[in-house]
């Protein structure tokens, strides 16, 4: 019998984790405000619905092939939360609207990058969804979108904590910067671990 239990509790555990779209959006959010965050925040939504789609979809394939992609896979998120790291490092202090770099199409793209969401639903469709509905396609496309909102869900919860302290993150900073970027080099090296 299929357990809501375990299964909530894993793509909670998981979604509300530090990862790139988590971070990403707390500094958005933080430089930004939570309003001129949303693009970049619902960007992150499409892809992330798009990725649990396909992911869903060929789930039972990519098992077979994930070992010849993975270490791909893992250098090209790596390389790209490192970018983002040293972006993020690097950045003004000061608080600017800039909008570059945090729009939809910025957050819709992470997504066919970031391993994170790609282990999440993986897992999620091997461990828990598939023993019990894998002839089912409208509860596997049904599962997938809720995969999507949780990791959304508590992605935006990021950006309003981000938005919250947006004013002791411009009195702080490079030292949030460097916390930020310090996040995402842990997050790429981490994939590795």
């Known amino acids: 019998m299929f357990s ?9 555990i998981t ?7 988590n971070i990403m959006s707390m500094s958005t959010a933080g430089r930004l405000g939570l309003k001129k965050s949303l693009p970049f925040n619902l960007g992150i939504w499409a892809g992330f619905s798009i990725v ?21 896979m893992l250098i090209i998120g790596a390389g790209y939360m490192l970018y983002l790291s040293w972006k993020t ?35 999620s469709m091997e461990a828990y969804i598939l023993p019990y509905y894998s002839n089912q396609k409208l509860y ?9 909102f949780i990791g959304f869900s508590f992605t935006l919860c ?9 004013q002791i993150f411009s009195k702080y900073a ?5 916390i930020m970027a310090l996040l995402l080099a842990y997050c790429a090296i981490s994939l590795f671990l």
């Open 4 to 12: 809501w239990i375990n299964f909530l509790t894993y793509a909670i």
């Open 15 to 21: 979604a509300i984790t530090p990862g790139p779209n």
């Open 52 to 72: 649990m789609l396909i992911c869903t979809l060929f789930s039972s394939m990519l098992s077979s092939v994930l070992p010849t992609i993975k270490m791909p």
């Open 89 to 123: 490092y690097k950045s003004s202090p000061e608080i600017e609207d800039n909008h570059q770099g945090s729009g939809f199409i910025s957050g819709l793209t992470l997504q066919f990058i970031n391993p994170k969401i790609y282990i999440y639903c993986i897992i």
């Open 140 to 148: 596997l496309f049904g599962f997938a979108l809720l995969l999507a």
């Open 158 to 166: 990021w950006s309003i904590f981000g938005s919250i302290f947006k």
């Open 174 to 178: 490079k030292i949030t910067n460097t």
